[in-house]
């Protein structure tokens, strides 16, 4: 049986300083247990990482709630994912492959067609990318490196 959920209508947005802690909570609830198995959580290890230049939220068109982000660093020979985080509740929706579409063209216009991240081998989205398009190739410690 096919899941006919609708995938709900969203926008994505230029971040601000001001969507720091919800992008935090959004990124504690889907990664911390992952973080947790390979190395030590380190909140501010996130604080440190949030650069509103190179993050987007996305919106809820109807609540008008972040239900997710995504941080994205383009770099002279490819386009690299630091980060793509959605709320549970909006997982397995569409989302995730829409903003890697819109990653991708971005990353096509910028004559920047290499996609490349980083993902815990214990990230059950590794299936994910996988079915986008993605390949694993590179294997670190706790880590691969995944590229399109």
Known sequence: MVNQTKSPKFR???????????????????M??????????????????????????????????????FQVQY????????????QTQYQNKGIGTQILKT???EANEKKLPKLKLKIFQNNQSINFYENFGFRITKKLDSKYIMEL
């Open 12 to 30: 994505t947005l230029k971040s601000f300083p001001k969507d720091f802690m919800a992008c935090s909570e959004i990124f504690e609830e889907n």
């Open 75 to 86: 770099r002279k020979e490819l386009t690299y994912i630091k980060n793509l985080q959605i």
């Open 103 to 105: 990653i991708q063209n």
């Open 32 to 69: 911390k247990e992952k973080i947790e198995e390979n190395e030590t959580w380190e909140p501010e290890k996130f604080e440190n990482n949030f650069k509103t230049r190179e993050i987007r939220t996305i919106q809820d068109k109807k609540t008008k709630q972040i239900i997710g982000f």
